[in-house]
């Protein structure tokens, strides 16, 4: 496995770098500039202007920019924020953690429901709880993730006030209250990513079960005497989550994409709200380093996708 791992990390490279090279250079050539204001504002010299303009090299030409963008990177230097006046880094390391949690969390959910609702509906089709099983799965997925946040605002933030539906960094509270105080403000923003993904994933969780349930040695497996509970876990789930497994890495550029809708509607501090207010500042270098750093997890996802089918199935080998 580990030589298996070093081959896949250094096909990982070239895929990172050609992804890069895409990233800059559409934003390069994307219209719009971050010193369009300085150029705009009356008080500022354009010998100021141009100077600042030099300082950053916007005035090279791309594949040069790129090339001074790239070595700095490689030297842990991300780049400064126009808009923030702080290294982009440090920018990203601020939010991470608080979008790796709210992610991490809604993607635990969305398997705790998907993986048991899935097998029971695949393990007995067309029964009451399947039909009910999977019209909630119709409903999940058909509603947009910021129509189910507004809604979830609307009941427990408004008219119940039980949640925030603001999410806050600046806790004063101590100890368990703390704890329960932050648990609090992730409640609705993981409810709304883990409900919506684990209604997309109980569908395809239960098809899968579906081709699975019908091969022989299912069959087999019965007529040895297995208990049912020993079949469904060990001969029917296992086999059935290896295209499951596919599934979630796949989704993972839809679950970030999620996440930046879901931060601004609960007022989230991660890299997704961060990736908008760059946006909107024309922030070229913060722009740049989120979509890579998204980038990278999509990659790393993929990968660890590859190592659990060897332990789904032992008959896949790493060579």
């Known amino acids: 496995m580990f030589n298996y791992l070093v081959r896949r990390v250094l096909i990982a490279l070239p895929s990172l770098l050609g992804i890069s090279v895409i990233l800059f250079t559409v934003l390069a050539l994307a219209p719009g500039d971050p010193f369009s204001e300085l150029a705009n504002d009356p008080s500022i010299p354009p010998a100021v202007a141009a100077a600042l303009r030099h300082k950053f090299g916007l005035d090279d030409p791309i594949y040069l920019r790129y090339f001074h963008w790239l070595v700095a990177m490689l030297h842990g230097d991300w780049g400064y924020s126009f808009a923030s006046r702080v290294d982009v880094s440090t920018l990203i390391m601020q939010r991470l953690p608080t979008t790796l949690y709210v992610l991490g969390a809604s993607q635990i ?83 709304v990513l883990g409900l919506f993904q684990g209604a997309v994933w109980t569908r395809f969780v239960r098809a899968s079960v579906l081709d699975v349930v019908r091969l022989d040695y299912v069959t087999t497996a019965r007529a040895k005497g297995l208990a049912e509970h020993t079949v469904v876990l060990k001969h029917i789930t296992r086999n059935a989550l290896i295209p499951v497994v596919t599934l979630v890495a796949l989704s993972m550029p839809i679950v970030f994409g999620g996440a930046v809708v879901t931060e601004q509607i609960f007022r989230v501090p991660g890299i997704g709200s961060l990736l908008i207010s760059a946006i909107l500042n024309n922030d070229t270098p913060v722009i740049m380093g989120v979509t890579f750093i998204f980038s990278c997890l999509v990659i790393v996802f993929n990968l660890v996708a590859d190592l659990l089918y060897g332990w789904l199935d032992p008959r896949i080998s790493y060579r």
């Open 109 to 191: 959910l969305a398997l705790c429901v998907a993986l048991p609702v899935g097998v029971y509906a695949g393990v007995r089709p067309y029964s009451l709880g399947d039909q009910i099983a999977s019209t909630l799965a119709l409903i999940g997925f058909s509603i947009p993730t910021f129509f189910t946040g507004l809604v979830l605002i609307l009941i427990f933030s408004i008219w119940l006030d039980w949640l925030p539906f603001v999410y806050r960094t600046d806790i004063s509270a101590t100890g368990f209250a703390w704890y329960w105080a932050y648990i609090k403000e992730a409640i609705m923003p993981v409810a």
